[in-house]
């Protein structure tokens, strides 16, 4: 392997020299810099980064935790993180926990390994906390996404769950629905918690009851298992709409109507948090909290670098980006 050593021998210079043409540091003639470039590419030299990280003690490595990138959502998400930190000479290394804290752990364990600089952190819910305090024992710098942890401060860019459910809800009162069910995530995950406050906030502010029999907790991954659904369509008085707390769910719960028999919104009227990506482009059919996935990401690591450099203050940031409610045709007036 060709080393500085070599290179600073056949271009007679030192290998301070050498190094402070890899780095782009010091003071250097430019003649004695495009010399030592040329015998570089002459000797396909490659710089060795991990050696250069232990002197900088930075590696330009950021690391990008999520809990499932086939959900649009995330897969957004990453590519405003990525591009941001591209555009500020970052590289992202990539995570996907599952929703699953053992998985999680894992990946914690390797960004400890790797020595990246900075995490961006979805974390699979409460039993995180363990995790984000392993990170913050080894100094390393993290901002969480979408989500936040009861007991961890840190830097967080999340969605205003709570208003969109509001916003959700109150559009199918509006329609007339007054019995409306709540498919949610699992409660240990600070979202769902959100968006049931705002799905009691809505029926309180419209003089509706709040009855826990409409109420089940799936957890945010494609559900197999939808005997729930049916003990909600055998209630006495069963809903006319259901609030989805994010599109698999809403997915899963319109292919289990579909398979009973039960049209949508024909029957019942569906409404979700978060949009498909493309799919709601191609078919525009489910009304939905929207959330602004690509500024999660590009925000998330705005944060972390400045937090990385040092130029954010003492004081822990929280930016909240609102949802937009867009109306389709998966939401329509009680016949």
Known sequence: ??????????????????????????????????????????????????????????TKI??????????????????????????????????????????????????????VDGVLFAPAGDGSLEHLNTLRKHNIPLVLLDREV???????????????????????????????????????????????????????????????????????KPFADDSSLDELLQLDDPPTAIFAANNFLAIGVIRALRARGIPVPEQISVVCFDDLGESSVIDPFLTVAAQPAYQFGALGIQLLIERIQDKSGEDYRKIILPPELIVRSSSRERS
Do not use: W
């Open 150 to 220: 009861p007991g961890f401060e840190t830097d967080m860019v999340l969605g205003d769950s709570k208003d969109g459910a509001r916003k959700l809800v109150e559009h199918l009162i509006s329609l007339g629905h007054k019995r409306i069910a709540l498919i949610n995530g699992a409660l240990q995950v600070s979202t769902a918690r959100h968006r049931l406050a705002g799905y009691k906030e809505a029926l309180k502010l419209n003089d509706l009851p709040y009855d826990d029999r409409l109420v089940a907790e799936f957890g945010y």
């Open 1 to 58: 392997m060709v080393t500085i050593y070599d290179i600073a021998k056949k271009a007679n210079v030192s290998a301070m020299t050498v190094s402070r043409v890899i780095n782009n540091t010091g003071r250097i003639s430019e003649k004695t810099r495009m010399k030592v470039k040329r015998i570089m590419e002459e000797m396909n030299y490659v710089p060795n980064s991990m050696a250069r990280s232990l002197v900088l003690q930075e």
């Open 62 to 115: 950021l690391s990008l935790l999520i809990t499932d990138i086939t959900n649009p959502f995330y897969t957004t998400l990453a590519r405003g993180a990525e591009d941001a930190a591209k555009r500020c000479g970052y590289k992202l290394l990539f995570g996907n926990s599952d929703e699953n804290l053992i998985k999680e752990k894992e990946y914690v364990d390797m960004m400890l390994t790797a020595r």
